[in-house]
């Protein structure tokens, strides 16, 4: 049993991740700030459900507070963290990046001192498909070079894991980040396309479909998301042993330092996932079709051969089976 710190842990995936880890008996601190960026009231009711846990202790702070955290982490000696606390959202760092750079970047920064001043064993973190950016050689690899982010927010995911590797690096902190690769599911976050369409179906108002629907994402079921980061917690990141500076791995390093994408490894295009979504609800949507937005990718595809390699695992849920269980988790949530 090991006691796990959980950032984010009123968010989606954090919220999914503590409960997999309190049923297999560890002790998890949650973190959060409960912030306003999506309806609190979501967050809250995740946190209500985590709080029944014996072993589940919750904590509201803010990454960026840096007292406050070196404090936490000094008096709690956490054996790992798992930090996927995060200002999530293309869109939204075009309006306001100040916060991007408050939560992802200063906030980072002070989750890699308190595993360095605490001797942390490892340090995942959530990196995103984001990353990618302008490149366009799919499916993406970990070992490609992701050197032209097109958002702010791809930016600070990217800056994230130079950040971690520099701390890898220098004080042999184990740090292995995750790029999630479009997550959906029950419990998921409102400002997502699958919540955004599904509530407005229901409503009977039109959806945006950008891209005039041309858009390929590698939707991610949840459950497959929370399995590849408990193995991947598990699995206290190693350095390479041939990594060479010569011919430099993006993915690896000469420290204990990883990357790994979690994807579902098959793209689908944007009107496949709505098609699905329109069975499940039993109603047709109005269609809005509109220009791809700034700082949105057409595509996205993950290679998932080294997770599979290394920790046994490769998401699997089909499209039709995931958007089925959100709807019911949707309906009965909202009492639709």
């Avoid at 950008?210 to 399995?227: L, P, S």
């Avoid at 995931?322 to 309906?331: I, K, L, N």
């Amino acid at each position: 049993m090991a006691k796990i710190l959980v950032t984010g842990a009123a968010g989606f995936i954090g919220y999914h991740f503590a409960q997999k880890l309190l049923a297999r008996g560890d002790e998890v601190v949650g973190l959060d700030n409960l912030n306003s960026y999506y309806e609190v009231k979501l967050k809250e009711d995740r946190l209500e459900r985590l709080q029944r846990h014996p072993s589940f202790r919750f904590v509201r702070m803010d990454l960026a507070d840096r007292p406050a955290m070196e404090a936490l982490f000094e008096k709690e000696r956490f054996d790992k963290v798992v930090n996927l606390a995060a200002q999530a959202g293309v869109r939204y760092s075009l309006k306001n990046p100040h916060a991007y750079v408050d939560s992802n970047l200063v906030g980072f920064m002070n989750v890699l001192e308190g595993c360095r001043h605490t001797g942390v064993k490892h340090l995942v973190f959530a990196s995103s498909s984001s990353v990618y950016g302008a490149n366009t050689k799919m499916p993406f690899s970990t070992h490609h070079n992701v050197d032209h982010p097109v958002s702010l927010y791809a930016a600070t995911k990217k800056a994230n894991e130079l950040m971690a590797h520099t701390y890898a690096h220098l004080y042999g902190l184990p740090c292995t980040g995750l790029r999630f690769f479009t997550v959906y599911g029950p419990w998921g976050r409102p400002d997502m396309a699958l919540f955004l369409f599904t509530k407005a179906i229901l409503e009977g108002r039109p959806i945006d479909v950008f891209n005039y629907g041309k858009m390929r994402r590698d939707f991610t079921y949840i459950d497959d998301i929370v399995e590849g980061v408990v193995r991947v917690t598990d699995r206290i990141a190693e350095p390479n042993p041939d990594w060479s500076g010569d011919d430099p791995d993006p993915g690896t390093s000469a420290a204990p330092y990883r990357n790994y994408n979690i994807g579902n490894n098959r793209p689908v295009e944007l009107m496949t996932l709505i098609e699905t979504l329109e069975k499940a609800l039993g109603k047709t949507a109005e269609k809005n079709l509109l220009p791809i937005q700034p700082g949105d990718v057409p595509a996205t595809y993950a290679d998932v051969d080294d997770l599979a390699r290394d920790v046994d695992f490769k998401p699997a849920t089909p499209i039709e089976e995931g958007v089925g269980r959100f709807v019911a988790w949707y309906r009965e949530y909202y009492g639709v």
